[in-house]
């Protein structure tokens, strides 16, 4: 097995306040603007970018969520484990409001795919973008594509993309790990 | 964790602790899920699941049929009275024929007790007993640990009294089950004439004066007497029941503390319970209802992840 450094800390802080930025200049004042990241590890993410906008960029407030989609996934029973749940947390309407989905990486799709049925429960948004910090192209499964990516990286099947957070691993670092 | 140890739901001595707080867990998230505007997920959108009640039941089938939607499976409903059972239809060949309809789960009310273990092991499906006899009662059992666990925080400690007709009570033993294997103190009440003999043997003690009982524990729950079970009059009157059994305002007032009410339904008003006291504060019998819809999604959820 190989592991290789794909983002260090000072890279990832980078390619954050981009992302921040990317997302101040369509959103502006964030007023009909609401931030879904995905559970488990997109939340993380989403929550720095929140900390960026409101702590360095002056926005004064930002509706964040958290999206599980265990429940909407469409490989229920083809694992070999019960897919176990995470917390949705969403209080605050996303009827007529643009909706940005957070995941760390955006692999197959499906998973986006899943977030775009499972938002639905919650009311008719907008519009939807997507932010992801890693975007794997040359494996999606579904016509889904980011709106705002950190990196593009052109990853073979056989290689895997890990992201550690600092608030969760002890240390921001994204790896590229081939088994 | 993140799976059952069991492929049925035939009763909560089957199950270990790890099992029952998996399905607690899971019950939270479905929780969360039918308080939203669109209560739906698509989970068992390619499950097929037969209801098949060979006695009547109005809550418990609906809870079922509405946690079935709710994750999306395909339902059919299936009633003895309707049935060709009243032609001489065994058990296994009623439900075989079901099964060649491509159904995956079976959730099966029966009035025999065993009726869901002896399915089990006869036919390929995965079966959910929603009541056999006087035997055991599953999920009623998981969801009124449910909501103990949600009224008090954890069920582990907690001074629990099951009151009333406990000899033909299924609720009562699963109960004591659940309870015990969750770390819970229990008790029984009720006349000695509806109290099973060697009941000890489940590790729960037996009291006699309802008052007492009542001043010992945090959460009674209070059963039904069940006239249709009784061949033989276990109790002088009603009335009589009442006057030693039966709980009302003016009892708990008295109590120096405040306990919470609890009641599987259907309630015999002014037999066990009085109207004041179910529709009090200290009353949980409707939030056993919405949580039963989502305990018994969660075990549909949890049993039907593990056919391949």
Known sequence: MSKKVLLSSKEIQIILHRLACQLLENHTDFKDTVLIGLQPRGTYLAKRLTTILTQEYGVKEINLGSLDITFYRDDFRRGEKTLEASKTHINFLVEDKKVVFIDDVLYTGRSIRSALTAIQSFGRPAEIELLTLIDRRFSRHLPIQPNYRGRQVDAINEEKVQVLWQENDGQDIVYLINE | ?308
């Open chain 2, 1 to 308: 964790m993140s799976e059952l140890s069991v492929n049925h739901l035939l009763g909560i001595k089957y199950l270990n602790k790890n099992d029952i707080n998996l399905i607690f867990e899971t019950a939270d998230h479905f929780k969360e899920v039918i308080n939203r505007s669109i209560k739906k997920v698509p989970s068992l959108r390619d499950i097929t699941i037969a209801n098949i009640f060979f006695e009547n039941s109005t809550r418990t089938k609906l809870s079922f049929e509405l946690a079935e939607k709710r994750l999306s499976a395909d339902v059919i409903n299936f009633s003895a009275s309707q049935s060709s059972v009243k032609k001489g239809e065994t058990l296994i060949d009623t439900v075989n024929n079901i099964l060649s309809m491509k159904v995956d789960m079976v959730v099966m009310r029966h009035p025999n007790p065993g009726a869901g273990v002896f399915l089990s092991k006869h036919v390929k499906a995965a079966i959910v007993n929603a009541g056999d006899g006087a035997h055991e009662h599953p999920t009623q059992a998981l969801l009124d640990s449910y909501s103990i666990r949600e009224k008090l925080g954890d069920v582990g400690g907690k001074n629990v009294v099951i009151v009333g007709d406990i000899l033909h009570s299924r609720v009562a033993l699963s109960n004591i089950l659940a309870l015990k294997l969750q770390g819970a103190n229990v008790k029984v009440c009720g006349p000695k004439t509806l109290i099973p003999k060697h009941i000890e043997s489940l590790g729960v003690t037996v009291e006699t004066d309802l008052r007492k009982a009542l001043n010992w524990c945090d959460v009674a729950n209070m059963l039904r007497v069940q006239n249709e079970r009784m061949d033989i009059s276990y109790f002088p009157s009603t009335r009589e029941y009442t006057q030693q059994f039966g709980v009302n305002k003016a009892l708990l007032q008295s109590l120096d503390k405040e306990i919470v009410i609890m009641h599987p339904g259907p309630i015999n008003r002014g037999v066990e319970i009085t109207s004041d006291v179910a529709d009090s504060n200290q009353s949980i019998i409707l939030d056993q209802v919405e949580n039963g819809v989502a305990v018994r999604m969660a075990v549909l959820y949890l049993l039907a992840s593990k056919i391949k």
